[in-house]
């Protein structure tokens, strides 16, 4: 009655045709079977991800001779198939219009190959057909108009294709919308125009994806209506203004409407949503601050925001989010220190950030078609699955100085910190430490300070640190050679000083790339012998006395020197109010002095040019050993 294989060897093959056959990844080259039995009862086709060459068996004679197309006999050769699948094997040319015509036919797959032409209309009209999947391959036209008709439809997966035209609106008083539509992708096509009022008159829709198109214009306050959505998807196209405030349905996990022109701030619709799990807003315009309510987000475990206006200070409020794994905030104007209490997080891996909560068996979809023993039969043997949704959850991440598409069950166990680009100060938490289980931290490109923790030892399954183009001073923590799944690392463009650590496990395979900038460090890598460096003692005692004993404060040594400054000057002042005989002589020597006297004038400037000199080399010392930029500034001014 049914066959599950995953290699056709057999001469009983063709005898054993029944109701259903699952090929999956065979090869069908010369193989030559007995003839068929029965095929014409075949309800289910499974021929998916094969590389399909030369001829079939004998017994599909009747049904095609070759394997470059999708033939136009399969529909009377299984007159009765309620379930076809045919993805990822490399078919081309068009659609066999035959295929509207199989009235049992429910679920349709030609995903993933190279089928070209335009889709048969009646096809998405069909009645029958409850999934329609033609993803990826090289189809065209305009389907809009169609699916307007596609009443009985719940599933309809158009992305990855040629699809053109403009998403009109029409009147919803006068047009009837198919209410059956569950999920509709047309991801990366060409479509273009508004984004449709209409679609929020389609009442059950749960996932809806129309990214990497050239929609524009504002999301419409119809999308407010969909209060079954569960997955939006609006990335990459040209949409501006704010997100409506009203947008908040009641089971929303996953958002995405990166790579626009959206203004405004962090919308309140998303106040107190529970059921979020991934926000990814990066590349807009957004403005104002993190909101303290961010911490109403219970479930959120990708929080993705970068390439905005953002500023402000980090919320503490996000430490409350124990689901967070992912947060990328670079490339914004945060300022002020890191919170500690980021370091509490657990960053768990959680199943619940992919959106396929996959599988259906076999069993489940074909009990009424397939009798068999459940307690034998099947067990063990490799059950065919059906996923629940072909709507796939990506996310961009930047990770080892590249950005990277997660999905699937990497998006699972991805985890890590963005916080770059921004305007952070303070030093580093040593609380960082503690999030054992990040594969990525991001700290590069603020102004940063003190030393590297040596906590940071500890984050053993990290793969990528980057402290870049900081103002870190001291040593780098000898500590770090124990991070044995270390593939990328920079400490580049600090103050470090002292000695790299050894060269051994992974710390063996950074290039002096990795290091420079930071003129006081040495060691075979750098071509610079650690015994001629001129003190790195000395510097790494006040680099440490600077970040971890908290002794000596750069900021009060810049208020000293300044105040020292005027006192001296103030000083003199006095000194030459209070004694007269000093007060003459001074005046006398500046009367006697004059412009025809260049030897002296000379000697003078030389002497002014010298004092000068000294203390510009002073404060440039100040900035290089302690990291202080306004300190350098400051001092600049004074001497000015």
Known sequence: ??????????????????????????????????????????????????????????????????????????????????????????????IPPCLSGMKDISILDLSNNQLSGRVPEELITKSSLTVLRLSNNNLSGNVIPMIFHANGLWDLYLDGNNFYGEMKNVDVSTFEFPTSLREIDLRNNKLYGDL????????????????????????????????????LDLSENNLFGSIPTCFNPPDIKHVHLQGNRLSGPLPIAFYNSSSLVTLDLGGNNLTGSIPKWIGTLSSLSVLLLKANNLHGRIPVQLCKLYSLSMIDLSHNMFYGFIPSCLGNLTLKTKDQKTLTSYFIEASDVLEDKLPYDKETRWRGDGLQEYPDTYMEEWVQFTTKSRSYSYGGLILEDMTGIDLS???????????????????????????????????????KQIESLDLSYNSLSGEIPNQLV??????????????????????????????ESSYEGNPFLCGAILHKSCSRINSPSTISTISDDIGEDGLFDAYDFCVSFFISYVVVLLTIFAVLYVNPYWRRSWFEMHHHLSFRNWRQLSCVLHLQAMCLTIMKIYAKFVHVVLGKNFCYDLLYQVIT
């Open 196 to 231: 449709p009022r209409w679609i929020g008159n389609v009442p059950f829709l749960e996932k809806l994806a129309l990214s990497e198109n050239g929609f524009e214009g504002s999301i419409p306050m119809e999308f407010c209506n969909l209060n079954y959505l569960e997955f």
């Open 421 to 459: 680009c921004n305007k952070l100060t303070g030093q580093i938490p040593p609380e960082l430490g503690n999030l054992s289980q990040i594969h990525s931290l991001n700290l590069s490109y603020n102004n940063l300070t003190g030393v590297i923790p040596s906590s940071f030892s500890n984050l």
């Open 482 to 511: 124990e991070l044995n799944s270390l593939e990328v690392f920079s400490v580049a463009h600090n103050n470090l000083s002292g000695s790299i650590p050894e060269p051994k496990a992974q710390f063996g395979t950074f290039i």
């Open 1 to 94: 009655k049914y066959i599950l294989t995953d290699l056709v060897s057999t001469p009983a093959f063709c005898k054993a045709l029944g109701y259903s056959l699952f090929l999956k990844f065979c090869l069908y080259v010369g193989v030559d079977l007995l003839v068929h039995y029965r095929i014409k009862n075949l309800e289910v086709l499974y021929v998916n991800g094969n590389a399909l060459e030369g001829t079939l068996p004998h017994c599909f004679s009747n049904l095609m001779t070759s394997l470059r197309q999708i033939p136009i006999s399969i529909c009377p050769t299984f007159p009765h198939l309620s379930l076809l699948f045919l993805s990822k094997n490399a078919f081309e040319g068009d």
